[in-house]
T-cell receptor
Framework: AQSVTQPDIHITVSEGASLELRCNYSYGATPYLFWYVQSPGQGLQLLLKYFSGDTLVQGIKGFEAEFKRSQSSFNLRKPSVHWSDAAEYFC???????????FGKGTMLLVSP | DAGVIQSPRHEVTEMGQEVTLRCKPISGHNSLFWYRQTMMRGLELLIY????????DSGMPEDRFSAKMPNASFSTLKIQPSEPRDSAVYFCASSLAQGAGETQYFGPGTRLLVL
């Protein structure tokens, strides 16, 4: 069965600093990979997704993620964090040919002034 | 588009009572998902419908939980009888299924508290 690990439960970053959120997956082949963001009291919103091709994927709100097959990782990055980025971030995987998602436990991002 | 609509947004009930959560997917979407979110277990898929037919209900915890999708614009998740351990945020999501990898659009969730 596939699984997703987000090793950091909480991360605090200063406003304007760079951000990297880690995600590792366990799957026999290359799955579809996603990052979602959840603001307090809200549902989840898709930031970006990777299917194939260029391993560096651009998303909304200035986020990007890089797929590294050798490390089974799909880390999320942003060069300069804004206070409004404070939220919980979820990495997810999907079997190719199947519609359901398996989510990681999430990483809570706190942004300090 | 109004997005995925869930009701109620908050529900407080007593143990043993029946709870019904409602979801209206985005118009034109043919897949619908129910998730449960708790601190301990994170986000878990409960059930997945495609074209109103349940495809995968392996995540439904037990017989107390049931879900229906009588038509393309409405789904319910029912808990009967409810227990305190059912307290969680329940999300509904919908997508336009094209085989795999399609974006799921989430509703705002229903926060359930069972006393």
């Amino acid at each position: 069965a596939q699984s997703v690990t987000q090793p950091d439960i909480h991360i605090t970053v200063s406003e304007g600093a760079s951000l990297e959120l880690r995600c590792n997956y366990s799957y026999g082949a290359t799955p579809y990979l996603f990052w979602y963001v959840q603001s307090p009291g809200q549902g989840l919103q898709l930031l970006l997704k990777y299917f194939s091709g260029d391993t560096l994927v651009q998303g909304i709100k200035g986020f990007e993620a890089e797929f590294k097959r050798s490390q089974s990782s799909f880390n999320l990055r942003k060069p300069s964090v804004h206070w409004s980025d404070a939220a919980e971030y979820f990495c997810a995987v999907s079997d190719r040919g199947y519609s359901t998602l398996t989510f990681g436990k999430g990483t809570m991002l706190l942004v300090s002034p | 588009d109004a997005g995925v609509i869930q009701s109620p947004r908050h529900e407080v009930t007593e143990m043993g009572q029946e709870v019904t959560l409602r979801c209206k997917p985005i118009s034109g979407h043919n897949s619908l998902f129910w998730y449960r979110q708790t601190m301990m277990r994170g986000l878990e898929l409960l059930i997945y419908f495609n074209n109103n037919v349940p495809i995968d209900d392996s995540g439904m915890p037990e017989d107390r939980f049931s879900a229906k999708m009588p038509n393309a614009s409405f789904s319910t998740l029912k808990i009967q009888p409810s227990e305190p351990r059912d307290s969680a945020v329940y999300f509904c999501a919908s997508s336009l299924a094209q085989g795999a990898g399609e974006t799921q659009y989430f509703g705002p969730g229903t926060r359930l508290l069972v006393l």
